[in-house]
């Protein structure tokens, strides 16, 4: 297996190779939590210790699951009620951390890189889970997984991610992955919430969302982040979603069999039309949410398994 990591930080670190070796093990996760025994052994023995200092719902409800069947013992630290609120530094969080000797450390951050510098202070293997507007891995890792089984491959693709791309780590880590397996994507949204030199991201950049969206095979929404924005991104939420919301008739401009996507949480009415997002036909973000447990799951086993052949080592 070509999966030579320690953590899993970012896709920037990842080769295409270990892309897929962690795509076709999460197809394997797929079977098993559609089987009736969803049980596992793989982690047996090893703690899993979940900390969000950053709200969450699915994404820390999908590691906990992911970690329960594969037999950890997962621990959910409650950031907000503990010493971090009270002054205590990453670097000490990060020593409390050591002396309880856990094995995976699911970590979410609103600070950039904060998930990083962590990782090089603990013992344990490292999983990011969103950090600032800097990466969100699994999501990305999920995201391609319900495109690969989709659309029966992953490259030669036109995909577009539109709307609040500025402040997404979704958009960011996306467009790496997609990037590396070689697909086309444009991004499109108002300029207020488009990175600067995004351009050298090999992407096109759209203002418009007909003509952006024109034959693409993927529209991937994002919500938008109300909470990193402080004033004046966007006239107001209406004209938002009249210009960039996703709605059927936009849609039309997309090929017949575009898939449309939402990492969530969504705002109904002014990312995307509610009964868009709720069209079988047309939505695949159930199943964003299915195989992102399948994929924590791979990235998982992909860490503990480097763990304990380093711990053999040593
Ligand atoms: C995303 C996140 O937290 O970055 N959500 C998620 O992981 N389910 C996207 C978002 O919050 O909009």
Redesign the pocket.
């Known amino acids: 297996m070509s999966f030579p990591h320690r953590h899993l930080l970012g896709i920037e670190q990842l080769s295409p190779d270990a892309i897929v070796t962690l795509l076709d093990l999460a197809e394997r996760y797929v079977d098993l939590n559609r089987s009736q025994n969803k049980h596992s052994s793989v982690l047996e023995g090893l703690t899993q210790i979940n900390m969000f200092f ?1 709200n ?1 719902t ?2 820390q409800a999908s590691f906990e699951i992911a970690g329960k069947r594969l037999g950890a013992d997962v621990m959910n630290m409650e950031v907000r009620a503990s010493s971090i609120s009270k002054g205590e530094t990453l670097i000490d969080t990060a020593m409390t951390l050591n002396a309880m000797q856990p094995d995976l450390l699911v970590v ?1 951050h609103p600070h950039s890189g904060a998930v990083d510098l962590l990782a090089q202070k603990v013992h344990c293997a490292v999983l990011n889970a ?1 950090d600032g507007r800097h990466e ?1 891995p699994t ?1 990305a890792l999920l995201d391609t997984l319900t495109i690969r089984r989709s659309k029966g491959r992953l490259h030669r693709l036109r995909i577009a991610i539109c709307g609040d791309i500025a402040h ?3 958009a960011r880590s996306n467009i790496m992955l997609l990037g590396k397996m070689e697909n086309r994507i444009r991004l499109i949204g108002p300029p207020t919430l488009m990175p600067s030199g995004i351009a050298d991201f090999g992407v096109e950049v759209f203002e418009d969302m007909r003509e952006g969206l024109r034959d693409v095979d993927v529209v991937m929404m ?2 938008l ?1 109300k909470e990193r924005m402080d004033g004046g991104f966007i006239p107001s939420e209406r004209e938002y979603f009249h210009r960039f919301g996703l709605d059927a008739e936009k849609l039309s401009h997309a090929a017949p069999d575009a898939i449309v996507m939402h ?3 969504m705002n109904r009415g002014v990312e995307i039309d509610g009964t868009l997002a709720d069209d079988i036909n047309r939505s695949v973000i159930r199943e964003q949410v299915e195989m992102g447990v399948a994929v924590r799951m791979a990235a998982m086993e992909l860490l503990a398994r480097n763990l304990q052949a380093s711990r053999g080592a040593a």
């Open positions: 950053e969450s699915r994404t979410r969103g969100h999501q997404s780590r979704v994002l919500r982040q990492p969530g949480p």
